[in-house]
Structures are given as structure tokens and as C-alpha cells.
């Protein structure tokens, strides 16, 4: 793999070169300190050491700086004649040729790995975004795959009971649907459907046993068989065998009531009988032309 700016590991700016120039100053005052005990030993050991630091921390710009200020102060301050700038003799020339033998050559072998820890970080960043979008391209295709296999089923469900469900809502999707003829059988209003939804048929004691099928907070009631009492045009309710059934997806869950074919029931008010239907469309018919609509 092609890392173009693994040679920039450093952190940039300034702040780079002014750590250098501490570290240098610093280098400069333990040389001080130990001048007594030293005298002309090693004159440039701490410099060396101080070129290792700031190339480790700081990069190659600020070791190079580094390495430019120190010859000349431990050349000056640490190497006889001391605080002399006259003359440039033998041992000079020995202690400067090599430090810039050493000084150098950790120089570049620091940023050589530097620069390889720096690229193998950058690797592994890399491979880490690409394992993160292998994993949500998987889930999205689980997702997919799910929602396909879903859409199937519910399509299959819809065509085998289309003519018998009456009502169809997910509640994380805002979605509710009620058949139309049912509605005009039950001769509520479609402004109040709308406004209400399916609790605007029912009757007040069964839409408060289902509530959980219109709150995401509510306990939902189990899937099977439910008797529901549903309004009619002369203003009383009518049993009526209802099948509940879920289905969930991951845009939530789908409720599905339809009207069970069964035995006929009788009407808790004293209306006409619901004789029994095949499918909720007979239902439908029936009660309209009992009801004279």
C-alpha cells in the first residue's frame, strides 16, 4: 500500500523548532554543570544526545537545527582552548568530524523508523475504516435482505387476506391504514377516522384493552384471535372475530387485523345478527344492505 505522507509523522509548526532550541539549552547547561568534574572529556556527548531527543520528538528539521547550534557551542565553551574562536586546530577538527559522524547517522535511522511506525500506523488506520464500512455495507445487506424477505412474506400474507384485512399500521413509521368499505359499514366519519384512527370504531372498553397497538409505550396485546366490538351505522356495536398478527422489520413492526372467518357471533346491542361471512368484503356487503346504505 502506497503511503504518501508517512514522511510527515511530525507534528507541525513552529513549537517544533523552540522545543529544539530548549533542548539544546538544556544539553548546554549539564555540560556546564559537569564541566569541573569533565574538563575537555566528551564535549560533545550531550549534544548528541540532545540531536537523538529532539530528532525522536520533533522530526528532521528540528534535529538539524539542533545539530547546526550545537557545533559551534560545544566547540567554543567545552573544547581548549576555552571561550577561544582564533584558531581552528587538530582537535577541533577530530571532535566535529565526529560528531557529525554519530549525530547524523541516529539522525537518520530514527526518522527511518519513525517514519515506518508512522506509515504502519496510517496502515492500520486505514484498515480499520475499511473493516468499519465492510461492517456497515454487511448490515445494511442483512438489512436489505431482511426487509426483502419481510416485504415477501407480508406480500404473501396481503394476497392470501386482502379481501379480510381491515386494518394495517407501524407506529415507528407513522403509518395507519383502514379499509374504506369497512369504514363506511361502521358509518363513522373519515375525518374522525383520520383524527383517531382505528380506536374511532371500536368500542371504548376493547380500544382500551388494545391500546398497546397505538402507543410504542403500551403492552401490546398477543397475536391470535381477538373479539373486538366495532360501531355500526344505528349507533350500537357488533362482535366480530378479529385476527391479530405481527410483523417486524427494522423500520419497526407491522400490525395487521383482519377479520376472522369463523362462526357467526351476536351483537352486543340488540341489532341484526352478523350472519356468518367468508371474507370481511361479504361482511361489508351484508351489513350495508341490512343498514339500507
Known amino acids: 500500500m502506497d503511503i504518501r505522507n508517512a514522511r510527515r509523522w511530525a507534528e507541525p ?29 566528551m ?18 528539521g528540528p534535529a538539524i537545527m539542533a545539530m547546526v547550534i550545537s557545533i559551534p557551542i560545544f566547540d567554543f ?44 500506523e496510517l496502515i492500520a488506520e486505514v484498515a480499520q475504516t ?17 426487509s426483502v424477505q419481510l416485504g415477501n412474506a407480508l406480500m404473501t400474507y396481503l394476497t392470501n387476506h ?16 383502514v379499509d374504506e368499505h369497512f369504514r363506511r359499514a361502521t358509518g363513522v366519519a373519515p375525518e374522525v377516522v383520520k383524527r383517531e384512527g382505528l380506536r374511532a370504531l371500536l368500542h371504548p372498553e376493547d380500544a382500551a384493552r388494545v391500546a398497546g397497538l397505538f402507543s410504542a409505550d403500551g403492552e401490546r396485546p398477543q ?10 351505522r344505528e349507533g350500537g356495536y357488533e362482535m366480530f372475530h ?8 427494522h423500520v419497526g413492526t407491522y400490525v395487521i387485523l383482519r377479520l376472522h372467518a369463523g362462526p357467526a357471533v351476536c351483537p352486543v346491542s ?18 350495508v344492505v341490512s343498514g339500507g346504505g
Open 13 to 41: 509548526g513552529a513549537k517544533r523548532y523552540v522545543g529544539a532550541s530548549m533542548v539544546v539549552l538544556a544539553a548546554f547547561l549539564v555540560r556546564s554543570l559537569l564541566h569541573p568534574v569533565l574538563d575537555h572529556s
Open 270 to 287: 340488540p341489532l341484526h345478527t352478523l350472519a356468518p361471512a367468508a371474507n370481511a368484503r361479504d361482511v361489508v356487503e351484508t351489513r
Open 242 to 249: 378479529c385476527e391479530l398478527q405481527y410483523f417486524r422489520a
Open 223 to 232: 397475536h391470535g384471535v381477538h373479539n373486538l366490538r366495532m360501531r355500526t
Open 77 to 120: 565553551f567545552f573544547v581548549p582552548p576555552f571561550r577561544d574562536i582564533g584558531e581552528l586546530d587538530r582537535r577541533d577538527v577530530l571532535i566535529i568530524t565526529g560528531f557529525l559522524l554519530i549525530a547524523p547517522l541516529a539522525v537518520v535511522l530514527i526518522e527511518r523508523l519513525r517514519r515506518a511506525q508512522y506509515r504502519a
Open 162 to 177: 386482502l379481501d379480510t384485512i381491515f386494518y394495517l399500521a407501524n407506529l415507528a413509521t407513522h403509518y395507519e391504514f
Open 43 to 60: 564535549p560533545g556527548i550531550f549534544f548528541v544526545c540532545a540531536v537523538i531527543i529532539v530528532e525522536f520528538f520533533w522530526g528532521l
Open 130 to 146: 475499511r473493516y468499519e464500512m465492510l461492517l456497515r455495507a454487511e448490515n445494511e445487506r442483512m438489512l436489505l435482505s431482511d
